[in-house]
């Protein structure tokens, strides 16, 4: 547990990328009901050891995660709501495209017990084709009200045939190397594993490539940190200070969570033998924030979020928990209760079960903005009806607060001239015409409706077929 750089380096960008995810919350471990009941997350745990170990540390945490948090809150400032919404494209989604990702595993040995057997390392692929293509048969436990939320990534991951130079391989290399651990006492993430020079292997081309390093991860024999893995360079959901060199693009995870039940996961870690801990940072590697943005230290947990529409606000991560009735975040309107089902949340492997929507997209964004080389085969397979992209959430209808108005917001360019709305009482009485959306907002004015509920009909404007009907309420 002491993977926290301290002193000037930022914290708080290391806490959002890193499968810190998977620091394991002692609290949680051991049994030990959690004293900071404001934050039900072993996390407040594992910075108290710290900060007995180094004292000092949580203020210098503190300071570090506030000035992100500043940085954020200025960004964000800045950009209206309708630009932040605009940040990921959407074109692909109606084109069915399935990306297939080439991997290799890199195996770092010092001992023979971290030399895994290929048959974890053909699990955890199993895993991740599973888990990213919404074929996992624990997708029924996803709770009703997330469930038109789920998404299939269409993203596939398979070993590499050839190596860099062409010649055939099993997308699994091993190496023995001298160093016991790669998990840095007290000096934050090194990524010695990475580089030959440093006992670790090399990647291969990590354009072209997913590497995915496999090593003792352990500091003291602890099992602190179990993955991390860096968004793509540039991406614009993240700092700079969380890019890094291509040479580093890649996912490291701690050997002992590795593949389907990996014997070797026990004691603190026995929750996390269900090879989700890879879902997760490729998860990251794709993009994707912890879906309660790693504030949780601000004085507004709820006030940075992780650009990501259809997870709900959340404060806190899960705790490693499954906590049913957790709400962290009261949202003004349509609250919902914190997605634990969620692969980036801090939750028990057991109750992950979804990628949303939306991640999804900004994934396959990030292949086609950031990781272009990388897919080795796109398919396209068929054209998505705007009718279910309509349904779930791309045209938004709601009154503006502080004006008479009602908007509505067409979200996706390609919808533009292809719905019509219109505007209904309780009674079933038109009070306006079917009006095209042919820009991204339309506004109607309400100024001569009475305060109360009013329905929408949006239309397919080809054949007039009704395909989303909507009530909302009108002050
Ligand atoms: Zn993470």
Known sequence: MVFFPMGNVRLKVIGLFMGAAMLVGTAQAQGVVNPHADEPCGYATVLQQLEQQYPGFKASYDQQTQRALQLDAQ????????NRKKKISDTLYYYDTVYTIPVVFH???NVANENLHDSLIISQLAVLNRDFNRLNSDSVKTRNIFKSRAGTARIQFEFAKVDPNGVATTGIVRKSTTKTTFGSAGGGIQDLMKATATGGDDPWDPAKYLNIWVCDLSVNNQDALLGYAYPPYGHPSWTSGSWVADSKQG????????????????????SSNMGRCA????GHF???RHIWADDQYSANKCLVDDYIDDTPLQGIGAGFTCNLGGNTCIESKNDLPDMFENYMDYSTEACQNLFTKRQVQMMRT????????LPIKREIITRMRVFDT???????????DTETDVVVEVRNEELLEMVDVQFFDLLGRELTELVALKQNETRFDTQTWASGYYVAVLKRSSDGKVIRKQKLFVD
């Open 286 to 288: 794709f993009g994707l």
């Open 107 to 109: 195996v770092i040995y």
């Open 279 to 282: 879902v997760h940072e490729v």
């Open 390 to 400: 309509v349904v779930y959430d791309e045209v938004l209808i709601y009154p503006v």
């Open 75 to 82: 960004k964000l400032a800045t950009q209206t709501l309708s």
């Open 251 to 270: 996912v490291v995870l701690h050997y002992k969570v590795v593949g389907r039940n990996n014997p070797r996961a026990t004691g603190a870690i026995a």
């Open 366 to 373: 990030s292949i086609t903005d950031f990781r272009t080389e």
